[in-house]
């Protein structure tokens, strides 16, 4: 299937149109479910629709997909779970109107996340509900707990099929026939799923109710009796109401429930329950189908014509030639006098007809007139409450427009600071980078410096050779002139070709000697030349040597500026961080604190063991904190920490507050009171703190200790409310079990003896009838005490398996404490068995001696069955289904209800007996005399009457309080306390850790007897 078919198939049911939603429209929308294997395309189609602002397209939406979670596609509940938290806010919504459809919008909402949530639970269960008795077994999966919950849960998914139910008929006029117009039948046409839903709901509680009492005690199931009971009258009502309405006589066969509820009492009561059958004939047509009576059909405004007698009865009268021949008196006069009066009363009464028939269109006129007047007046309330609704709205939309603009101005703000603070810091790595390169630059510089010195320093050394060579050339000129001279004149004597000859070679000498010298010079020009030009090199390179470590000391110079401001921008950034925290926090301790004012906080309840145990969290968080906050004032440089335990304290101390409060509605006044100042207190001590923290100057000299303080003073309060059943140690509890458990044993044989002893001594006195009805009490008694004997066997069986199978590596009596609800549901359930088989003892002494009553006997029998049943309980919850123990606890259970209905009969047929042997005889009184045994037959039955409503009177109060000191005894008190005993019962049943305990624990004297009895 096309799913632009599907959208368009969605888009026609649902409109804003008050009628009925078609039902092609609807099939389509079920097929596209099952060609997607989903529900997608529905709610994309639907998220488009205005559903908060039309409460009549609300309305139809809502049964289109009660249509869609019943037959459509399995996963269209999966896919439907996800639009929970719309579908309660838009319940929340409408519930805000007092009448129309929103208040009904709002209860089929209710009705339809009740069945999401019904069928996530329990997927077993399809969405048409429709499942055969074995399936509806494997449902609760052959356990008594489970089937308690699920009958629970169907409790209470009907009830939300009632309300709307009542809904629907209470927003319609039933004086008129609103079933046969376009608006009733809009607000009529889903009652047809409720009626569908609810026949399944209630034959399916019928079927869990009796399975219950097979398992259970029958005070167990008291509050489910007149639950359902209060259920039935309404359905019973309903169903009769509807199948009156012409609307649903072609549509549908609504069955009608029987006169009287099936009693759960009687276990055959449940071969004569008839499960209903609801029934849509196939030649009907749907609801959106079926013609559709408007206003102008209800009334028929032609006027009949007049007979076409009247028109000629003037002829008639005064003859046809009057309009031809008006002299012709004679045919005129010859018309007799009686025919004249005939046709004048036929006339008459004609018109009268006509008047009254104009009259009675007037009055029906009248009458629509006044009825869409009163429609126009209800259109126009609802537009005013359109109206107002949308100036609410409106005004909430600017609202929360305002805080929009708001919270984006801060994100802008806060944007714009992060920009900020990473462009500071990539402005602060660059000149970091700058810094290191001009550094560098800097080395380089000095380097090349240093080697231009060393340069410099060499040439300098080479000149100061060149001169030395120079001087020592001109010096040896010189010499060799003086020598020159004296030779001269020392040779002149000499021949002149030796002075030749010696003049030649001093010649010779002396052109060398030039020519070095020449070449000393020029290479002194050269080395001058290489030394101004070294010496230019060095003044320029120190020049922009000195131009560089100017730059580079500015350079430094900004950069440590730059530095000291984004390290104080850091700084108040951490700060403006830290009392941003501060602030948060304070705020979430101060709303907790207002909390506790708000009336509807009332309602929360908590535990002493869970206030306890936050206390516990908060100290260890006010320990971190004030690490933090020693760690944030020696080094102010990391403030992540100090706002990590700052948020966390500032929600343990409101959790400390919130649950401290909660605790303190479940505990007697005077402590209540002390507990709630308690923790005032402490909020008021944690704002301290808080304020303190937010200061520069304080936050060194900040102090715990007052705040520790309080948060001690409220743990210890909470260690006072704890239940003292919880003091008891692993050890302890361990070995409690055993101990009770050996006394239950022996308690029992020690009956058994008392029983066998008893009844010797009976066969010894008694004869006749008295020691007949003896043996048969005794020998019930002594086959009850055999059947409890196998049973406590087969429950240490079965409880050595459990702790066998699952403690692993751990000790017995670690396991004991692990699970102490069980351990001490055990201890109870054995406790009970051991004082009843005393009692049971006891009762038969007496009623054997003579002393007693045998409805002493009774009650003591039901006592050891309810006993025997709490710890068959306490025993197979943790057992495998499979177990052999399990099974022969069964057999052993189902011994000691056969057992105990033996004692009952015995002792009832014993008593009729008994009471038969003693007759009355009147034949030897006077009538004076039976007239005065008669009146003191009076008297003695109201004395008893009397005594009797009393005695029911205090058999209720001692329940009550018997429940109030279990409850204390076994931790009940932290969150039962309040409840009746009829809802202590039901919640010990089936507690919240799923380890039941069907009966409560005995209180202080009965544990004292069983103690001396073991």
Known sequence: MDSNKMAVSINKAINTQEVAVKEKHARTCILGTHHEKGAHTFWLAVNRLPLSSNAVLCWKFCHVFHKLLRDGHPNVIKDSMR???????????????????????????????????????????????????????????????????????????????????????????????????????????????????????????VKLLFKLHSCLPADTLQGHRDRFQEQFKKLKSLFYRSSNLQYFKRLIQIPQLPENPPNFLRASALSEHISPVVVIPVESSSPESEHVVET????????????????????????????????????????????????????????????????????????????????????????????????????????????????????????????????????AQANEQRYTK????????????????????????????????????????????????????????????????????????????????????????????????????????????????????????????????????????????????????????????????????????????YLVSRCQVALDCVERLQSARDGFVSDNTDVSGLVRAVT???????????????????????????????????????????CQLKEQESVGTADCSRLRAALDTVMALGEKLRPRGLELQQGELGDLVEQEMSATSAAVESAAARIEEMLNKSRAVDTGIKMEVNERILASCTDLMQAIKVLVLSSKDLQRDIVESGRGAASMKEFYAKNSRWTEGLISASKAVGWGATMLVDAADQVVQGTGKFEELMVCSHEIAASTAQLVAASKVKADKDSPNLSRLRQASKGVTQATAGVVASTKSGKSQIEDTETMDFSAMTLTQIKRQEMDAQVLVLELETRLQKERERLGELRKKHYELAGVAEGWGGEEEGKTPKQLSVNNTIPSDHQPKLLPPQTSSQNSLANGVG
């Open 83 to 205: 639009h929970k938290a719309d579908l309660n806010d838009m319940s929340r919504m409408w519930g805000h109107l007092s009448e129309g459809y929103g208040k009904l919008c709002s209860i089929y909402l209710k009705l339809l996340i009740t069945k999401m949530e019904f069928h996530i639970k329990n997927p077993r269960f399809p969405g048409n509900l429709q499942m055969s008795n074995r399936q509806l077994d494997e449902a609760g999966e052959n356990d008594v707990n489970n089937f308690f919950q699920l009958t629970v849960e169907m409790f209470d998914y009907l009830d939300c099929e009632l309300n709307l139910f009542l809904g629907v008929f209470s927003s319609l006029d039933m004086s008129r026939s609103v079933s046969v117009t376009a608006a009733g039948q809009c607000r009529l046409a889903p009652l047809i799923q409720v009626i569908l839903d609810s026949s399944h709901l209630y034959d399916y509680t």
């Open 648 to 690: 966390q304290f500032a929600h343990l101390v409101g959790d400390v507050i919130m649950q401290g409060s909660a605790t303190s509605h479940m505990v007697p006044v005077e402590q209540a009171d002390a507990l709630a100042d308690y923790v005032k207190a402490c909020g008021a001590e944690a704002l301290a703190l808080l």
């Open 438 to 609: 001009l550094k560098e630059k800097y080395t380089e510089l000095v380097q090349s410096h240093a080697d231009l010195l060393r340069k410099n320093a060499e040439v300098t050394r080479q000149m100061t050779v060149a001169r030395a060579a120079q001087d020592e050339v001109e010096n040896v000129k010189k010499e060799m002139q003086d020598r020159l001279k004296a030779a001269q004149d020392a040779t002149s004597q000499q021949t002149n070709e030796q002075l030749g000859t010696r003049l030649s070679a001093l010649e010779a000498e002396k052109a060398g000697l030039m020519e070095t010298v020449s070449q000393k010079e020029a290479e002194l020009a050269s080395l001058g030349v290489e030394l101004e030009r070294v010496q230019s090199s060095l003044s320029n390179e120190r020049e922009s040597g000195v131009k560089a470590t100017e730059a580079l000391q500015n350079q430094l110079n900004e950069k440590e500026s730059r530095e000291q401001s984004l390290e104080s921008e850091l700084v108040s950034l951490r700060w403006a961080a830290l009392r941003a925290a501060l602030e948060e926090a304070g705020r979430i301790v101060q709303d907790c604190l207002n909390q506790l004012e708000d009336p509807a906080h009332i309602s929360c309840t908590s535990s002493a063991d």
């Open 296 to 427: 102008e059909d209800l009334v028929d405004t032609d006027i009949p014509p007049l007979p076409s007698t009247v028109d000629t009865k003037f002829d008639d009268l005064f003859g046809t030639s009057a309009a031809t021949d008006p002299f012709n008196f004679n045919s005129q006069n010859g018309m007799r006098k009686d025919e004249k009066d005939r046709l004048i009363e036929q006339l008459t009464a004609e018109l009268q007809a006509v008047k009254e028939e104009l009259e009675s269109f007037r009055l029906e006129s009248g009458r629509l007139c006044q009825a869409l007047r009163g429609r126009v007046n209800e259109l126009e309330a609802e537009l005013a409450e359109q109206t107002h609704l949308k100036q609410q709205a409106l005004g909430e939309s600017e609202f929360l427009r305002v805080e929009l603009d708001d919270l984006r101005r801060v994100k802008e703000d806060t944007e714009k600071e992060q920009r900020s603070l990473s462009e500071i810091e990539r402005k």
